[in-house]
C-alpha cells in the first residue's frame, strides 16, 4: 500500500520525523542479526487547573496544550460558562497549567478515580457516565463513500504508528477529509490532544466524524460523545461496554473497518450506503510491518 507524499490536506498532521518524539536503539532480531530500530518516547506531563494539581499523564510530549486543555474538558473541570485566561506550558518541568477566570475545587473527583482500558494506564475522575444524560449528538447522516474514502487516505499518511509502532492515532474529519491527526501512547491522550485543539479553536462538532486506531472501549465512546461528535470509527475492535453506551447515547459506531469490510453495531440509521464495497480496493486480513506493534 503507497503512503501519500503529502499531508496538506490536513489543519494537523502527524510529524514522525519531528525531533523528540522517537529514539534510535539498537537490538539483535531472532537470528541474533543486530537491528536498528526507531521506538516511540514517552514522558510525565503534570496537568494543573489553576493552583490545583490534576494528573501527572504519560506522553510523547507533543501539543500539550492542547492535551491539557482536551483532559480538563473530557473530564468535565472546564465548563462552558466559564473564561480561559491562559495555558502556560513549562517545558523544562514538564507542566502545564491551565488557568480560568475562577478558582474551582474538584476535591471529590479527585478522590473518585477509574484506571482505564487505555495504553499507558489512562486515568478518569469522577463518574465515568456523568454527563451524558444531557448529551444530544446530531442526526446527521455519514456517506459509506466518504468512511472508505478516509480509511483510505489516513491508512497511507506517513505517521508514527507506521514509523515506530506502539502508539495510537485519532483523527477529526468531516465528510472525506481528515482535518487534525493527533497520535500519542494512549488513545485516551490523542483523542483529548483533539478536544484541546477544538477547544482552542472554537471549532464546532457537527458534521464531524472520528477516527481512531484503537479499540472502541467505553472510555473512546464516552469521550467522542461529550465532544459531540455523533460518529465514531476504527480499523480495530470493540469492547461490549463500549457498545452499549453508544447505543444509549445514539451514537453511531464503526469497528473492524478494513478495505471493503466495517461492522456498524450502534447508530446504523445515520449511514448512507452510497459506495457499492465490491469496489472498494481491499486489504489482505493479515498484514504486517517490520517492528509494528
Same mark, same amino acid.
Given at each position: 500500500?503507497?503512503?501519500?507524499?503529502?499531508?496538506?490536506?490536513?489543519?494537523?498532521?502527524?510529524?514522525?520525523?519531528?525531533?523528540?518524539?522517537?529514539?534510535?536503539?539498537? $537490538?539483535?532480531?531472532?537470528? =541474533?542479526?543486530?537491528?536498528?530500530?526507531?521506538?516511540?518516547?514517552?514522558?510525565?506531563?503534570?496537568?494543573?487547573?489553576? /493552583?490545583?494539581?490534576?494528573?501527572?499523564?504519560?506522553?510523547?510530549?507533543?501539543?500539550?496544550?492542547?492535551?491539557?486543555?482536551?483532559?480538563?474538558?473530557? @473530564?468535565?473541570?472546564?465548563?462552558?460558562?466559564?473564561?480561559?485566561?491562559?495555558?502556560?506550558?513549562?517545558?523544562?518541568?514538564?507542566?502545564?497549567?491551565?488557568?480560568?477566570?475562577?478558582?474551582?475545587?474538584?476535591?471529590? *473527583?479527585?478522590?473518585? *478515580?477509574?484506571?482505564?482500558?487505555?495504553?499507558?494506564?489512562? %486515568?478518569?475522575? $469522577?463518574?465515568?457516565?456523568?454527563?451524558?444524560?444531557?448529551?444530544?449528538?446530531?442526526? %446527521? +447522516?455519514? *456517506?459509506?463513500?466518504?468512511?472508505? !474514502?478516509?480509511?483510505?487516505?489516513?491508512?497511507?499518511?506517513?505517521?508514527?504508528?507506521?514509523?515506530?509502532? !506502539?502508539?495510537?492515532?485519532?483523527?477529526?474529519?468531516?465528510?472525506?477529509?481528515?482535518?487534525?491527526?493527533?497520535?500519542?501512547? $494512549?488513545?485516551?491522550?490523542?483523542?483529548?490532544?483533539?478536544? #484541546? &485543539?477544538?477547544?482552542?479553536?472554537?471549532?464546532?462538532?457537527?458534521?464531524?466524524?472520528?477516527?481512531? +486506531?484503537?479499540?472502541?472501549?467505553?472510555?473512546?465512546?464516552? *469521550?467522542?460523545?461529550?465532544?459531540?461528535?455523533?460518529?465514531?470509527? /476504527?480499523?480495530?475492535?470493540?469492547?461490549? &461496554?463500549?457498545?452499549?453506551?453508544?447505543?444509549?447515547?445514539?451514537? %453511531?459506531?464503526? =469497528?473492524?473497518?478494513?478495505? @471493503?469490510?466495517?461492522?456498524?453495531?450502534? #447508530?446504523?440509521?445515520?449511514?448512507?450506503?452510497?459506495?457499492?464495497?465490491?469496489?472498494?480496493?481491499?486489504?489482505?486480513?493479515?498484514?504486517?510491518?517490520?517492528?509494528?506493534?
Amino acid at each position: 500500500m503507497a503512503r501519500l507524499d503529502n499531508t496538506t490536506d490536513y489543519i494537523i498532521a502527524p510529524r514522525p520525523a519531528a525531533s523528540g518524539l522517537t529514539r534510535g536503539v539498537t $537490538g539483535t532480531d531472532q537470528n =541474533g542479526d543486530q537491528i536498528n530500530l526507531n521506538v516511540v518516547e514517552e514522558r510525565p506531563l503534570t496537568i494543573y487547573l489553576n /493552583s490545583q494539581e490534576i494528573v501527572t499523564a504519560m506522553t510523547i510530549g507533543d501539543y500539550p496544550e492542547y492535551l491539557a486543555l482536551g483532559f480538563l474538558k473530557n @473530564q468535565g473541570m472546564l465548563r462552558d460558562d466559564e473564561t480561559l485566561k491562559g495555558v502556560d506550558y513549562d517545558e523544562e518541568l514538564s507542566v502545564v497549567v491551565v488557568r480560568t477566570d475562577g478558582q474551582t475545587t474538584y476535591e471529590d *473527583k479527585l478522590k473518585k *478515580k477509574t484506571r482505564t482500558s487505555g495504553c499507558a494506564v489512562g %486515568t478518569v475522575f $469522577g463518574d465515568m457516565m456523568e454527563g451524558l444524560s444531557d448529551v444530544a449528538l446530531p442526526d %446527521t +447522516t455519514v *456517506k459509506t463513500s466518504d468512511l472508505y !474514502a478516509l480509511a483510505a487516505k489516513i491508512n497511507r499518511t506517513p505517521s508514527l504508528y507506521l514509523e515506530a509502532g !506502539a502508539i495510537h492515532g485519532t483523527v477529526l474529519c468531516q465528510d472525506d477529509r481528515p482535518l487534525v491527526y493527533m497520535e500519542d501512547v $494512549g488513545r485516551h491522550n490523542a483523542v483529548d490532544k483533539i478536544a #484541546g &485543539w477544538m477547544l482552542s479553536e472554537d471549532v464546532s462538532a457537527d458534521g464531524k466524524i472520528l477516527y481512531t +486506531t484503537g479499540r472502541l472501549t467505553s472510555e473512546m465512546v464516552i *469521550k467522542t460523545a461529550l465532544m459531540g461528535i455523533p460518529v465514531l470509527a /476504527s480499523r480495530s475492535g470493540f469492547t461490549a &461496554w463500549g457498545v452499549e453506551i453508544a447505543q444509549q447515547v445514539g451514537l %453511531t459506531l464503526i =469497528g473492524r473497518m478494513k478495505g @471493503q469490510r466495517f461492522v456498524c453495531l450502534s #447508530g446504523e440509521t445515520r449511514l448512507v450506503r452510497d459506495a457499492d464495497p465490491s469496489e472498494i480496493e481491499n486489504e489482505p486480513r493479515k498484514s504486517g510491518r517490520k517492528g509494528r506493534e
